[in-house]
């Protein structure tokens, strides 16, 4: 089994079937409430086919932007079954679309309704879980992310001043070319966002081993000296993929930092996800995110990039910590909440003396047990 934390081995959630496990948001310490949704299983085999942990749809899917065409007992349409399909395909576990998009064209059977639905949801997935590709020229990783994306295939790498234009459907870099004067930030600009890449560089090479990080210019990026306010996002992605072993998981955390120059301060949100999968003779799957806010002093370059990375380390330290201890509660605490506290007859089984019962005594009187 794999384990969530990609920095160092820890001990994996305990073996569950038929359900699917989402904490909602973690405090720092307490175990997290969970909700449980059953799903179904899926059979154990040395990769699976489509895992898809999560409950199906209603067919067909209602909603504020699709309704049913016909009456009950009528085929859908294909508008509606590629919206269904999108669906399937957005909500696939980290690592897992195209397990599930080979389910769904074959559930389908209509190559022009998959392919629709693919070109639509490929790239939404690949943004919303900040999938990361290898850049042609093998100088790095290149994060597809809404903060560096020009158009639906070119995405900005800030690192390399680069844009790289994307294979959604293969998740492949096909080509690169240098970015344009106009699309990176001016000097003064790009000196506190490059001394921050390098300080954040080191953590995540140090705390994820496959991990990849960014640093994105979201505004005043064509300052050209003190006196004015920017912001900066931070995005790191890591995943750890194990099909083999049932199991696969992801970590993303996007930081925003404001740079206000009047009050010389730099404010510092952040919002941690963590997803993982476990399918072995059985299907659970954690979904949890939570928000940090923390902020420091606006100093150099590289005082402000050394400050802001260690407010980054402490605050997801802290948060795969909580995300540790709870484990460690769960099978004592959670999933004990889950079974009912007293039977139907409102009073504790006598397990201390169950000579109590009738059928008890009966079954020994009869197998002459005790004798």
Same mark, same amino acid.
């Given at each position: 089994?794999?384990?969530?934390?990609?920095?160092? +081995?820890?001990?994996?959630?305990?073996?569950?079937?038929?359900?699917?496990?989402?904490?909602?948001?973690?405090?720092?310490?307490?175990?997290?409430?969970?909700?449980?949704?059953? #799903?179904?299983?899926?059979? +154990?085999? +040395?990769? +699976?086919?489509?895992?898809?942990?999560?409950?199906?749809?209603?067919?067909?899917?209602?909603?504020?932007?699709?309704?049913?065409?016909?009456?009950?007992?009528?085929?859908?349409? %294909?508008?509606?079954?590629?919206?269904? $399909?999108?669906?399937?395909?957005?909500?696939?576990?980290?690592?897992?679309?195209?397990?599930?998009? @080979?389910?769904?064209?074959?559930?389908?059977? &209509?190559?022009?309704?998959?392919?629709?639905?693919?070109?639509?949801?490929?790239?939404?997935?690949? @943004?919303?879980?900040?999938?990361?590709?290898?850049?042609? &020229?093998?100088?790095?990783?290149?994060?597809?992310?809404?903060?560096?994306?020009?158009? @639906? /295939? /070119?995405?900005? &790498?800030?690192?390399?001043?680069?844009?790289?234009?994307?294979?959604?459907?293969?998740?492949?870099?096909?080509?690169?070319?240098?970015?344009? &004067? *106009?699309?990176?930030?001016?000097?003064?600009?790009?000196?506190?966002?490059?001394?921050? %890449?390098?300080?954040?560089?080191?953590?995540?090479?140090?705390?994820?081993?496959?991990?990849?990080?960014?640093?994105?210019?979201?505004?005043?990026?064509?300052? *050209?000296?003190?006196?004015?306010?920017?912001?900066?996002?931070?995005?790191?992605?890591? $995943?750890?993929?194990?099909?083999?072993?049932?199991? /696969?998981?992801?970590?993303?955390?996007?930081?925003?930092?404001?740079?206000?120059?009047?009050?010389?301060?730099?404010?510092?949100?952040?919002?941690?996800?963590?997803?993982?999968?476990?399918?072995?003779?059985?299907?659970?799957?954690?979904?949890?995110?939570?928000?940090?806010?923390?902020?420091?002093?606006?100093?150099?370059?590289?005082?402000? $990039?050394?400050?802001? #990375?260690?407010?980054?380390?402490?605050?997801?330290? *802290?948060?795969?910590?909580?995300?540790?201890?709870?484990?460690? /509660?769960?099978?004592?605490?959670?999933?004990? %909440?889950?079974?009912?506290?007293?039977?139907?007859?409102?009073?504790?089984?006598?397990?201390?003396?169950?000579?109590?019962?009738?059928?008890?005594?009966?079954?020994? @009187? *009869?197998?002459?047990?005790?004798?």
């Amino acid at each position: 089994m794999g384990t969530l934390d990609h920095r160092q +081995p820890s001990r994996p959630p305990p073996a569950c079937s038929h359900v699917t496990c989402r904490p909602s948001v973690l405090p720092s310490r307490p175990s997290p409430p969970l909700r449980f949704i059953p #799903t179904h299983s899926t059979s +154990p085999s +040395p990769i +699976p086919s489509s895992p898809l942990p999560y409950p199906p749809p209603p067919l067909p899917l209602q909603g504020p932007e699709m309704s049913v065409e016909g009456g009950a007992g009528e085929p859908l349409s %294909d508008r509606q079954k590629r919206e269904i $399909a999108v669906w399937f395909l957005s909500n696939a576990p980290a690592g897992e679309i195209h397990y599930v998009a @080979k389910d769904v064209r074959a559930l389908l059977g &209509d190559d022009a309704v998959y392919e629709a639905a693919a070109a639509e949801a490929f790239p939404e997935y690949n @943004k919303a879980r900040l999938v990361y590709f290898e850049l042609p &020229d093998r100088s790095g990783d290149i994060i597809i992310s809404t903060y560096g994306e020009i158009d @639906k /295939n /070119n995405y900005l &790498d800030p690192r390399t001043a680069q844009v790289a234009t994307i294979d959604h459907l293969k998740q492949t870099c096909t080509k690169l070319r240098p970015a344009e &004067d *106009e699309e990176l930030p001016s000097a003064y600009i790009e000196e506190f966002r490059c001394a921050l %890449d390098v300080e954040l560089s080191k953590y995540v090479v140090e705390a994820y081993p496959k991990g990849a990080c960014a640093i994105y210019c979201t505004s005043g990026k064509d300052i *050209e000296g003190p006196g004015s306010d920017f912001s900066f996002t931070a995005v790191i992605s890591a $995943a750890k993929r194990s099909p083999q072993n049932f199991c /696969n998981g992801s970590w993303r955390s996007i930081w925003t930092m404001e740079f206000n120059y009047e009050l010389q301060f730099v404010n510092i949100k952040g919002n941690i996800q963590v997803d993982a999968h476990y399918f072995e003779e059985g299907n659970v799957q954690l979904d949890t995110n939570i928000d940090r806010k923390d902020s420091t002093i606006m100093q150099s370059p590289d005082d402000c $990039a050394v400050s802001i #990375t260690n407010i980054i380390r402490h605050h997801e330290s *802290e948060y795969l910590s909580s995300l540790e201890e709870s484990y460690l /509660n769960l099978s004592d605490a959670t999933f004990k %909440d889950l079974r009912r506290k007293l039977p139907v007859t409102r009073t504790l089984f006598p397990w201390h003396n169950t000579l109590a019962f009738s059928l008890t005594r009966d079954l020994a @009187k *009869e197998l002459a047990l005790g004798k």
